[in-house]
């Protein structure tokens, strides 16, 4: 037996979860940036498992196999520092993509901005086909090679060729496909063999993405796979499952850490008897939630950072909102985000001359202690988080406060205000995938993972009336676990464009083993709330999709014997929580045992995560070792509102103001 690792690396931190030869797991955090002690964290968090020296070279015979989500296209995507491209499109429609479907984002606003193409230059090719096959215009070859020529003369190594109806007689883009790699081109994506779907959109937006993204991602493939040789070396899709290091796409990579993390979610809570919940996934960098019961929910386009896509992607709404996003006032407001201080420099608390952020917020209630978070900081990697600087950034944050408007709140009560914004946006992105779509949320479990999730669960359950939270001992690590967790499959598109009628029904089955239109029926009945029975279906496409299983979950009843009286806590602490200050245990999650009950407030503290129960809260060790939080409290009545303006409240109003403007069309 060899070692398994199962890693995702975030904006902030890279989760490590390993199964050692004998079977057992460990878990591993660091941060995904730390200029100085490594060049990649990944590769750094496997040398110190295996306990080998920073550069020291990692023999073959002790990995089996590396499953691995990475942010590295997201952020490549999101900075627009992918690899310059140039489309190669059919004549005549050299700025379709551009144009797009003239769709606009908020009817009302005079002022479009578009955001900026991700192709750099644009050749046009001189063929045309019809959409029945005939050919028009062949191929200008000559013509090709010249345009080709020139575009590597001016340092192009990466080509997207989208042609018209190229997804369904592909001739002309396969001839100029292996036109670009005789001419040197490195990257070739081409419509037909990474989107073979119709409409020639976002077909092409796909296309670009893909070249745009995909080199990014081969030497990074390439670069571990050096340090890894003989490694089984697999990636995280977008759309949850694990593919072959080789085979990894750009176009399916937009997601592959937050899809690790919605596969580690169901699958643990499946295995805990829980069919109906929201994933809370809550990180350095943003918050990523997800709808599932029963089964995982998919889309296939997408709008992500401004660029539109069509492929198969876990359905995850993401805000950011993560314990990294930067605190502001603008003399009226508090605001959180968008920004975020990242892994360098990040919070203010790291050591790093970082800004004011929700984690230094949490520090400064008292609800993420020194004593008990990873040790990680510093010049030399090894000590604690600085609370000294958080109080004088929010003691001198309080006073610019008051001198601007006159409210004397203390540097407790600011940074109280800052975390019930902070969960106003968190909670807001749940009711998207959840209450818009006519799901009854307190019906759910709110299933909690990510290192910041466990720190604001109570606060985000009441906020949306949800009755219970689930929290798996992996939490902290939950989306490195799910990359164990995941299958390995494949995923096969193909253009039909036909009416649906009895005489199609044969067509469909050499496609398909079954076609469920009565699902299909209540599925759009349930996001929509009516139906078109006078009116056709068109199946514009199918896919087809092939899984291998990934590992089990492991889960076991607990041996141990049950405690005589409560547990003892570690450490008792001020926390600030509802406007007063509490004295509050501090557990260790290692020294808990199936059947504890803990009554808030508390704080239990482990390796990876914080879970703070809030005063109206308790948190039961369930048989299987999961922590379940339930209200203990009723739920306050609504409390009237004064005239006295208040900063905090401006902010939440603000942002329910704004949702109701933008589901209206206006832009203000």
């Known amino acids: 037996m060899r070692w398994q690792f199962w890693i995702d690396r975030g904006g902030t931190f890279t989760d490590i979860v390993a199964r050692r030869p004998d079977g057992t797991l460990v878990t591993h955090k660091l941060l995904s940036e730390n200029p100085g002690h490594y060049d990649d964290a990944a590769l750094a968090g496997i040398r110190e498992l295996l306990g080998f020296a920073r550069n020291a070279p990692l023999p073959a015979d002790r990995i089996a196999t590396v499953k691995m989500g990475t942010t590295l296209a997201t952020n490549a995507l999101l900075e627009r520092k992918g690899e310059p491209t140039a489309l190669f499109i059919t004549r005549g429609f050299r700025d379709q993509l551009r144009i797009g479907y003239q769709n606009r984002p908020h009817i009302f606003a005079r002022h479009i901005v578009l955001p900026e193409l991700l192709y750099s230059a644009v050749y046009e090719a001189n063929e045309r086909v019809t959409a029945r096959g005939e050919v028009l215009q062949p191929l200008d070859e000559e013509q090709a090679r010249r345009d080709l020529a020139d575009a590597r003369r001016r340092g192009y190594r990466a080509a997207a060729i989208v042609l018209m109806h190229g997804y369904r007689h592909p001739a002309h883009e396969q001839r100029l496909a292996a036109l670009a790699r005789e001419a040197g081109f490195t990257q070739v994506s081409a419509s037909h063999e990474v989107s073979p779907l119709m409409k020639l959109v976002s077909r092409g937006d796909t296309t670009v993405v893909d070249a745009y993204l995909s080199p990014i991602l081969s030497r990074y493939v390439e670069r571990v796979s050096r340090v890894l040789p003989g490694a089984n070396l697999m990636f995280m899709q977008s759309n949850g499952g694990l593919t072959d290091a080789r085979r990894f796409q750009g176009k399916d990579s937009i997601l592959s850490g937050p899809a690790g993390g919605v596969v580690g979610v169901a699958r643990t809570a499946s295995a805990a008897g829980l069919d109906r919940i929201i994933g809370f996934d809550m990180g350095g960098t943003s918050t990523d939630v997800s709808h599932h019961?029963?089964?995982?929910?998919?889309?296939?386009?997408?709008?992500?950072?401004?660029?539109?896509?069509?492929?198969?992607?876990?359905?995850?709404?993401?805000?950011?909102?993560?314990?990294?996003?930067?605190?502001?006032?603008?003399?009226?407001?508090?605001?959180?985000?968008?920004?975020?201080?990242?892994?360098?420099?990040?919070?203010?608390?790291?050591?790093?001359?970082?800004?004011?952020?929700?984690?230094?917020?949490?520090?400064?209630?008292?609800?993420?202690?020194?004593?008990?978070?990873?040790?990680?900081?510093?010049?030399?990697?090894?000590?604690?988080?600085?609370?000294?600087?958080?109080?004088?950034?929010?003691?001198?944050?309080?006073?610019?406060?008051?001198?601007?408007?006159?409210?004397?709140?203390?540097?407790?009560?600011?940074?109280?205000?800052?975390?019930?914004?902070?969960?106003?946006?968190?909670?807001?992105?749940?009711?998207?995938?959840?209450?818009?779509?006519?799901?009854?949320?307190?019906?759910?479990?709110?299933?909690?993972?990510?290192?910041?999730?466990?720190?604001?669960?109570?606060?985000?359950?009441?906020?949306?009336?949800?009755?219970?939270?689930?929290?798996?001992?992996?939490?902290?690590?939950?989306?490195?676990?799910?990359?164990?967790?995941?299958?390995?499959?494949?995923?096969?598109?193909?253009?039909?464009?036909?009416?649906?009628?009895?005489?199609?029904?044969?067509?469909?089955?050499?496609?398909?083993?079954?076609?469920?239109?009565?699902?299909?029926?209540?599925?759009?009945?349930?996001?929509?709330?009516?139906?078109?029975?006078?009116?056709?279906?068109?199946?514009?496409?199918?896919?087809?999709?092939?899984?291998?299983?990934?590992?089990?979950?492991?889960?076991?009843?607990?041996?141990?014997?049950?405690?005589?009286?409560?547990?003892?806590?570690?450490?008792?602490?001020?926390?600030?929580?509802?406007?007063?200050?509490?004295?509050?245990?501090?557990?260790?999650?290692?020294?808990?045992?199936?059947?504890?009950?803990?009554?808030?407030?508390?704080?239990?503290?482990?390796?990876?995560?914080?879970?703070?129960?809030?005063?109206?809260?308790?948190?039961?060790?369930?048989?299987?070792?999961?922590?379940?939080?339930?209200?203990?409290?009723?739920?306050?009545?609504?409390?009237?509102?004064?005239?006295?303006?208040?900063?905090?409240?401006?902010?939440?109003?603000?942002?329910?103001?704004?949702?109701?403007?933008?589901?209206?069309?206006?832009?203000?």
């Open 293 to 668: 019961a029963g089964g995982f929910e998919r889309t296939f386009d997408a709008l992500v950072a401004g660029v539109r896509m069509r492929a198969p992607m876990m359905d995850i709404h993401t805000v950011a909102a993560g314990g990294g996003s930067t605190l502001h006032f603008d003399g009226a407001r508090y605001r959180v985000g968008p920004e975020s201080a990242g892994a360098n420099p990040g919070p203010a608390c790291y050591r790093k001359g970082g800004p004011l952020t929700v984690t230094d917020a949490n520090v400064m209630l008292g609800k993420i202690q020194p004593g008990f978070f990873p040790r990680v900081f510093g010049p030399g990697g090894d000590q604690p988080i600085d609370k000294g600087v958080v109080r004088e950034k929010f003691s001198a944050l309080a006073a610019a406060i008051q001198q601007q408007t006159g409210d004397a709140r203390t540097p407790h009560e600011v940074a109280e205000g800052y975390v019930r914004i902070a969960v106003e946006n968190m909670a807001n992105a749940i009711k998207k995938i959840s209450v818009e779509r006519g799901h009854d949320v307190t019906t759910y479990t709110l299933a909690c993972f990510g290192a910041a999730a466990g720190q604001h669960a109570c606060l985000v359950a009441d906020a949306l009336a949800m009755p219970r939270i689930h929290i798996h001992p992996y939490a902290g690590v939950l989306s490195a676990y799910g990359m164990g967790l995941a299958d390995v499959t494949a995923m096969r598109e193909q253009a039909i464009e036909a009416r649906l009628e009895p005489a199609l029904v044969p067509l469909l089955e050499e496609a398909l083993a079954a076609l469920a239109v009565k699902e299909f029926e209540a599925d759009y009945s349930t996001r929509f709330s009516f139906l078109m029975p006078g009116r056709a279906l068109v199946v514009e496409a199918v896919s087809v999709e092939a899984a291998g299983r990934g590992e089990p979950v492991q889960e076991a009843f607990s041996a141990a014997p049950a405690r005589a009286g409560a547990p003892l806590p570690a450490a008792t602490v001020e926390l600030f929580s509802g406007g007063a200050s509490h004295r509050t245990p501090v557990y260790r999650r290692d020294d808990l045992r199936p059947g504890d009950l803990i009554a808030g407030p508390a704080i239990i503290a482990e390796a990876n995560a914080t879970t703070v129960v809030e005063p109206q809260w308790q948190a039961q060790v369930t048989r299987l070792n999961h922590l379940v939080l339930t209200r203990r409290v009723p739920r306050p009545k609504s409390e009237a509102i004064g005239t006295r303006a208040d900063p905090v409240m401006l902010e939440v109003f603000n942002n329910l103001f704004m949702a109701i403007a933008e589901q209206m069309g206006l832009t203000l």
